[in-house]
């Protein structure tokens, strides 16, 4: 047996390695035990897997070689329990990776194209039956945006809550509120609104093409800001450039960090 096996090695099995990688009643006696130093260092290593992100906010396998419709992943009820989990990798293992999705002991590293969150529809939101649902409270939502937002100097322009009958989805149907004036176009003509995960997500090209069909360019682009035309307003967007992306990302993944390191002292 393993077990005698193992009796040659004294260390190993004082050490409480064994019982606690192989007997599952030595592991639920250490949680009952408040033990929560040895569950740590002895149990099971968790289960690791990769994924990747596209532009459009699809879903692969990371080894999947070609990336398209066919080959994305499309589960419903995974894809929203997934990215409802998405948050800043705060791990010490897979820098590479900015993201990751937790699941009990599961760890899912996450690599994006642009973001790790692409909003790809814009619909309206009723609580009265229907298939969307929100990612986060909407005060929650708010609030994690204005804690990056203000520490990059960035201001988030205000809205009025009683108007926001508009969602943006991701996932398969998770949704967040859209307020038209949190809108940033960059100068090479992409459209970003703001993530409680990452600060900024990327608005998918399709429906980015839609918005732009509301956008007035009567000034030349970077002189002014362009406005969207949204229920008979005039509505300002802000101008977005590329290493203002990465600073707030950069924020985000900090803030994730001293939240996790707070967590642990506690």
Known sequence: MLADRLSKFPGLLSTGSYQALFCPFHCRR???????????????????????????????????KRRNRITCLKDAKFLNFFFRRLEINSLD????YPYISKCGREVNYVKAEETGIVYDRLERFSREGGDLKLAVSPDKFRRDILNIFSSVGRELPSSDRIKSRWVLTFAHSLCVPFFPSWLSVTEDGKLYYPCHVSGFALVRSSLAVELFGRLNLDHEWGACPPFLD?????????????????????????????????????
């Open 30 to 64: 250490a949680v009952r035990g408040g033990n929560r130093e040895r569950l740590c260092r002895y149990s099971v290593v968790p289960r690791e897997y990769f994924y990747f992100v596209d532009a459009n906010g699809r879903l692969f396998l990371e080894e999947t």
């Open 230 to 266: 949204w229920d008979d307003d005039k509505v300002p967007l802000q101008l977005l450039r590329e290493h203002e992306i990465s600073e707030t990302f950069k924020v985000a993944v900090s803030l994730r960090k001293t939240k996790c390191h707070s967590a642990v002292v506690l």
């Open 93 to 96: 293992s897979h820098s590479s």
